[in-house]
Nanobody, 124 residues
Framework: VQLQASGGGLVQAGDSLRLSCAAS????????MAWFRQPAGKEREFVGA????????YYVDSVKGRFTISRDNAKNTVYLQMNSLKPEDTAVYYC??????????????????WGQGTQVTVSS
Protein backbone atom coordinates (compact mmCIF):
# COMPACT_ATOMS: atom_id res chain seq x y z
CA VAL A 1 0.00 0.00 0.00
CA GLN A 2 1.26 3.44 -0.92
CA LEU A 3 0.04 6.63 0.69
CA GLN A 4 -0.27 9.97 -1.05
CA ALA A 5 -0.79 13.07 1.07
CA SER A 6 -2.22 16.25 -0.40
CA GLY A 7 -4.14 19.39 0.47
CA GLY A 8 -1.47 21.55 2.04
CA GLY A 9 -1.02 25.19 1.25
CA LEU A 10 -0.50 28.72 2.51
CA VAL A 11 -3.31 30.09 4.66
CA GLN A 12 -3.86 32.81 7.23
CA ALA A 13 -4.30 32.29 10.94
CA GLY A 14 -7.86 31.24 11.68
CA ASP A 15 -8.38 29.57 8.32
CA SER A 16 -9.10 25.91 7.67
CA LEU A 17 -7.51 23.23 5.53
CA ARG A 18 -8.32 19.63 4.86
CA LEU A 19 -5.49 17.25 4.18
CA SER A 20 -6.11 13.99 2.37
CA CYS A 21 -4.19 10.76 2.48
CA ALA A 22 -5.12 8.45 -0.35
CA ALA A 23 -4.07 4.84 -0.44
CA SER A 24 -3.14 3.12 -3.68
CA UNK A 25 -1.88 -0.29 -4.60
CA UNK A 26 -4.26 -1.95 -2.22
CA UNK A 27 -7.10 -1.44 0.18
CA UNK A 28 -6.69 0.82 3.16
CA UNK A 29 -7.18 -2.17 5.42
CA UNK A 30 -5.31 -0.86 8.41
CA UNK A 31 -6.34 -0.52 12.02
CA UNK A 32 -4.13 2.46 12.73
CA MET A 33 -3.90 5.67 10.76
CA ALA A 34 -2.04 8.71 11.99
CA TRP A 35 -0.87 12.16 11.08
CA PHE A 36 2.49 13.54 12.06
CA ARG A 37 4.08 16.88 11.33
CA GLN A 38 7.58 18.21 11.18
CA PRO A 39 8.25 21.93 11.59
CA ALA A 40 11.35 23.21 9.89
CA GLY A 41 14.44 22.33 11.89
CA LYS A 42 12.53 20.22 14.39
CA GLU A 43 11.73 16.58 14.90
CA ARG A 44 8.65 14.89 13.58
CA GLU A 45 5.80 15.02 16.09
CA PHE A 46 2.55 13.23 16.56
CA VAL A 47 -0.62 15.09 15.63
CA GLY A 48 -3.42 12.56 15.82
CA ALA A 49 -4.44 8.98 15.22
CA UNK A 50 -7.53 7.06 14.24
CA UNK A 51 -8.20 3.58 15.54
CA UNK A 52 -10.26 1.50 13.15
CA UNK A 53 -12.92 0.04 13.14
CA UNK A 54 -13.73 1.51 16.56
CA UNK A 55 -13.41 4.98 15.00
CA UNK A 56 -11.71 6.29 18.08
CA UNK A 57 -9.49 9.30 17.64
CA TYR A 58 -6.58 10.59 19.66
CA TYR A 59 -4.90 13.98 19.40
CA VAL A 60 -2.00 15.89 20.79
CA ASP A 61 -3.22 18.51 23.23
CA SER A 62 -2.22 21.43 21.02
CA VAL A 63 -4.71 20.46 18.29
CA LYS A 64 -7.59 19.08 20.34
CA GLY A 65 -10.83 20.76 19.43
CA ARG A 66 -9.36 22.13 16.20
CA PHE A 67 -8.26 19.07 14.19
CA THR A 68 -10.36 16.06 13.24
CA ILE A 69 -9.28 12.79 11.62
CA SER A 70 -11.77 10.86 9.55
CA ARG A 71 -11.72 7.99 7.09
CA ASP A 72 -13.69 7.16 3.97
CA ASN A 73 -13.20 3.50 3.10
CA ALA A 74 -15.10 3.84 -0.15
CA LYS A 75 -12.47 6.34 -1.30
CA ASN A 76 -9.57 4.61 0.41
CA THR A 77 -8.75 7.93 1.99
CA VAL A 78 -8.08 9.39 5.42
CA TYR A 79 -8.55 13.08 6.13
CA LEU A 80 -7.20 15.62 8.56
CA GLN A 81 -9.57 18.55 8.92
CA MET A 82 -7.72 21.48 10.43
CA ASN A 83 -9.69 24.45 11.72
CA SER A 84 -8.63 27.64 13.48
CA LEU A 85 -5.12 27.23 12.19
CA LYS A 86 -2.29 28.95 14.02
CA PRO A 87 1.19 29.95 12.87
CA GLU A 88 2.61 27.24 15.13
CA ASP A 89 0.78 24.65 13.03
CA THR A 90 3.20 25.41 10.18
CA ALA A 91 4.96 22.18 9.22
CA VAL A 92 5.21 19.41 6.69
CA TYR A 93 2.37 17.01 7.45
CA TYR A 94 2.71 13.27 6.95
CA CYS A 95 0.13 10.54 7.02
CA UNK A 96 1.13 7.12 8.28
CA UNK A 97 -0.40 3.72 8.76
CA UNK A 98 0.20 0.34 10.27
CA UNK A 99 -1.87 -2.81 10.09
CA UNK A 100 -2.61 -3.23 13.75
CA UNK A 101 -3.26 -0.79 16.53
CA UNK A 102 -0.50 -0.30 19.05
CA UNK A 103 -0.55 1.24 22.50
CA UNK A 104 2.42 3.44 21.65
CA UNK A 105 0.56 5.03 18.73
CA UNK A 106 2.28 8.40 19.09
CA UNK A 107 5.71 7.08 18.08
CA UNK A 108 6.54 7.49 14.42
CA UNK A 109 8.87 4.51 14.13
CA UNK A 110 5.98 2.10 14.74
CA UNK A 111 4.29 3.06 11.48
CA UNK A 112 5.11 1.11 8.34
CA UNK A 113 3.43 3.09 5.58
CA TRP A 114 4.10 6.77 5.03
CA GLY A 115 2.90 9.44 2.67
CA GLN A 116 5.38 11.84 1.12
CA GLY A 117 4.36 14.90 3.15
CA THR A 118 2.48 18.07 2.33
CA GLN A 119 3.48 21.57 3.42
CA VAL A 120 1.13 23.62 5.54
CA THR A 121 2.08 27.24 6.14
CA VAL A 122 0.01 29.47 8.38
CA SER A 123 0.75 33.18 8.29
CA SER A 124 -0.09 35.49 11.18
Amino acid sequence: VQLQASGGGLVQAGDSLRLSCAASGGTLNTDAMAWFRQPAGKEREFVGALRWPMRRTYYVDSVKGRFTISRDNAKNTVYLQMNSLKPEDTAVYYCAARMHWIVDYTTARHYVYWGQGTQVTVSS
